[in-house]
């Protein structure tokens, strides 16, 4: 271990990580791409690089994920007879109509001389009775008329069939080029039934579109000149068959297929031939930067098992960085020069010197278990992995569970593994907290370790997180001190220390040890003076006045310094006296720097009868947490886990916990039963919260908030009563009693009803005796706003 307590763990590690040496290209940067001379992959973080992450639900295990294959639709009998019925209803109508049940029939009209008001087509002319014949007045109007009719009946057939249903399952779903191709063969159809004059053996009649045309033409203009100009008929032509061929296009999707095919040309593939795709081992995001060179000496480093998967982790992080910066000249020179050890973390080391979990650095997720495949579980999840990852733990996550239940073992441990391994790779900042007792992970995971009440520990905790604003460091140090108590208000015990820190730190440009900030919160006069003394003669007048509010304020009813000062008495103990600011060998540390740097910290509780100072410590490190995570603009994600989070949630930590979604941080928070939680807090609690986990073994007490905090849902329930048949008839009822005799039964008859009911998605019962052993039930939601079901997982497997 170095001076400042950070290790060098490049070689030390059970596998350890060879240096890199830039080898020599294979091949030439500038070489072209051919899917035929791509290597094989020959090492295990080239495979692990090259497998498919596809996108899933939030806690599904993406690394080799297959999503679950959509099942055959299949058309519904009724969804069928929707489209043929009306189809059928309106064949009837339609063949009536043009035998005459109806007023008029339908007959050709002769072709006259232009010199008569009579032109060819088919018009509606009267009946024709037995020996007279009847004129056609109105032969336009009527042809108008028969076209209204038709349009009509095309409107009714489609909006009372299922044509969407029907269209999207035979034609939507085809791939390219056979969509495109129904739906032209359909457009085919359509025209041939428009114009049937214009495809030879069509030995039917035309539909009404173009004769209403012609003829509204005519009655609009009150003449026939338009119908001799060729022209004005052409256009009339194009414009019916642009309009009957409109709809087959859109649904047979032409217009995309024709620009990928334009656009395949252009790029000299064939079309409908997918571009050939760089395995991810190739680095193909730096070939398509223009970094050839880097992209080269990468891939020899990942075939020639060079590298981990950390390091691929942490350059493919610091290419995107070199991207958003415009730093891409410095990055090719820094891969040039130190191939895969480049941008190594501070600490040397490359990889943690043992994993007990299953981690996809690239997609940030660490493997906590198997989701099961229940009723209620949704498709996706069903047999799926169950895995966390910064996306959900920035919502926070609130895990519940008595002793032994898996807390710490299948949750804590592997997520502050998985967060310390992001730190390597640049990516996360982590403090994990142990339980007294039970320090997590092992010494060599973490780059600074602080054992509070330990003579050995390297590092102390700074108690005003090297603040030098005594407003916030008095907010800081009211929070832990107090903030669990109701008899005392937060912001009262803010302004009496900050009255005492000002004054103190102008004068000794310090803040003071926790043993001289007990004797300022006491007030006596021999404390006092000579800090009023050195204001006076340093014509301090704004701090003098603070410090003699302060002393006004002593012993007063509802003074919060005597309550200030007792807390402070629980860490005024002989194996504290070097820790906290106590001047020890211990060098300070400060949590303010996981807001600059990917450290890993483990700050570890005193134990042996100190549980309430153990406490009021784990409260000082949440709130300097929430105080140096919301400064600036941070690249890495930022977490703290609490293996045991008792006493430690107060409403202003909760209030605080709200806004880390939006500060790229988040906390992690494990507790033995809610009830370690003011009740006054338990609905904003699991509010603030956007992850929830509920073990085995919970009480019914604890698995009523979470089903609170669950909600309900709508179910579809079928009820089925059975009724007994009574008889009226003689006969019958001598069938009934030989029935009754025969299979010793009444006869009865079955009433299902099928209802919509509210059900809770998990019951405090289910949750206190359902939920089996090994197994938790988990939901989540990303910083996005996605949310995952309360569903059960498996944390054995």
């Given at each position: ?125 009267p009946k024709v009775f037995e020996g007279r014949a009847v004129p056609s007045p109105g032969a336009e109007a009527l042809v108008v008329y028969e076209g209204v009719s038709f349009a009509v009946l095309v409107l009714a057939v489609a909006v009372l069939g299922s044509w969407r249903a029907i269209v999207r399952h035979y034609v939507g779903r085809r791939p390219q080029p056979a969509r495109a191709l129904i739906a032209a063969l359909l457009a085919l159809f ?608």
């Amino acid at each position: 271990m170095d001076s400042d307590g950070t290790r060098d763990t490049r070689g030390t590690q059970a596998d350890p990580v060879p240096p890199a040496v830039p080898p020599r290209p294979s091949r030439a940067p500038d070489a072209p791409f051919v899917p035929g001379q791509v290597p094989r992959t020959a090492s295990t973080v080239a495979a692990w690089l090259d497998t498919a992450r596809p996108a899933a639900r939030p806690g599904i295990w993406r690394y080799g994920y297959r999503p679950p294959k959509r099942t055959q639709e299949r058309l519904a009998p009724v969804t069928v007879a929707g489209m043929l019925v009306p189809l059928a209803l309106a064949a009837v109508v339609w063949s009536l109509w043009r035998r005459g049940v109806t007023s008029y029939q339908f007959a050709p009209l002769r072709m006259f001389t232009p010199d008569d008001w009579w032109w060819g087509g088919t018009v509606v002319s009267p009946k024709v009775f037995e020996g007279r014949a009847v004129p056609s007045p109105g032969a336009e109007a009527l042809v108008v008329y028969e076209g209204v009719s038709f349009a009509v009946l095309v409107l009714a057939v489609a909006v009372l069939g299922s044509w969407r249903a029907i269209v999207r399952h035979y034609v939507g779903r085809r791939p390219q080029p056979a969509r495109a191709l129904i739906a032209a063969l359909l457009a085919l159809f359509a025209l041939s039934l428009v114009f049937p004059d214009a495809f030879p053996g069509a030995g039917w009649s035309a539909v009404p579109v173009v004769d209403p045309l012609l003829s509204l033409t005519v009655l609009v203009s009150g003449s026939y000149e338009p119908m001799t100009s060729p022209s004005f008929t052409n256009t009339l032509y194009a414009v019916v068959t642009l309009l009957v061929v409109w709809p087959f296009a859109r649904l047979g999707a032409w217009w995309p297929y024709a620009k990928e095919r334009l656009t395949a040309r252009r790029a000299g593939t064939a079309p409908g031939t997918p571009a050939p795709v760089r395995p991810r081992s190739q680095w193909p995001a730096l070939r398509d930067a223009g970094q050839h060179e880097a992209a080269e000496l990468l891939t020899a480093e990942v075939t020639g098992d060079r590298m981990n998967d950390v390091d691929c982790t942490r350059i493919e992080h610091a290419f995107a960085a070199a991207r958003r910066g415009a730093t891409l000249d410095a990055f090719r020179d820094t891969v040039l020069r130190q191939g895969g050890a480049a941008w190594t973390h501070p600490s040397g080391a490359r990889d943690l010197p043992r994993r007990t979990a299953r981690h996809d650095l690239l997609a940030g997720q660490v493997r906590i278990g198997r989701w099961v495949a229940a009723e209620r579980a949704p498709q996706p999840y069903q047999g799926a992995g169950a895995a966390l990852g910064p996306e959900v733990l920035g919502t926070s996550l609130l895990a519940v569970g008595p002793s032994g239940s898996g807390k710490t073992r299948a949750l804590v441990e592997p997520v502050t593994e998985a967060l310390a391994l992001q730190a390597l790779a640049g990516r996360c900042a982590v403090v994990a907290v142990s339980a007294p007792g039970s320090p997590l992970g092992a010494d060599d995971a973490f780059d600074v370790i602080v054992r509070i009440g330990d003579p050995s520990s390297v590092h102390d905790l700074d108690p005003y997180a090297e603040s030098d604003d005594p407003d916030e460091a008095a907010a800081i140090l009211a929070e832990a001190l107090v903030g669990d108590l109701d008899t005392v208000g937060a912001q009262g015990a803010a302004t009496a220390l900050a009255q005492l820190l000002g004054p103190f730190r102008a004068v000794h440009g310090r803040f003071p040890s926790l043993p001289e900030l007990r004797e300022l919160l006491e007030g006596e006069e021999r404390t006092l003076a000579p800090l009023r003394e050195a204001l006076t003669a340093r014509g301090n007048d704004v701090m003098r006045r603070e410090l003699e509010a302060r002393a006004r304020q002593t012993g007063t009813p509802g003074d919060a310094g005597r309550a200030l000062a007792d807390r402070l008495a629980l860490l005024n103990r002989p194996v504290f006296a070097d820790f906290l600011g106590g001047g020890g060998p211990g060098r300070p540390f400060s949590l303010r720097a996981v807001a600059h740097h990917p450290l890993r910290v483990r700050i570890d509780l005193p134990e042996r009868g100190h549980e309430e100072a153990g406490r009021l410590i784990a409260r000082l490190v949440l709130a300097q947490f929430h105080a140096v995570v919301r400064e600036g603009r941070r690249a890495h994600f930022a977490c703290l886990v609490l293996d045991d989070a008792t006493g430690t949630v107060t409403a202003e930590s909760v209030r605080r916990i709200q806004r880390l979604r939006s500060q790229n941080a988040g906390v992690l928070l494990a507790l033995r039963s809610i009830g370690d939680v003011p009740e006054a807090l338990h609905g904003p609690l699991y509010g603030a919260v956007g992850c929830r986990m509920a073990f085995c073994g919970v009480t019914t007490w604890d698995g009523s908030r979470f089903a609170q905090a669950w909600g309900t849902e709508w179910v579809e329930t079928t009820e089925v009563a059975r009724h007994t048949v009574f008889a009226d008839q003689p006969m019958t009822r001598a069938f009934h009693a030989l029935r009754k005799l025969v299979t010793g039964k009444a006869v009865t008859t079955d009433a299902v009803t099928v209802r919509q009911v509210e059900r809770e998605r998990w019951s405090a019962s289910e949750l206190a005796h359902a939920v089996p052993p090994g197994h938790a039930v988990l939901s989540l939601t990303t910083v996005e706003g996605e949310h995952a079901p309360p569903l059960l997982v498996d944390l054995r497997d």
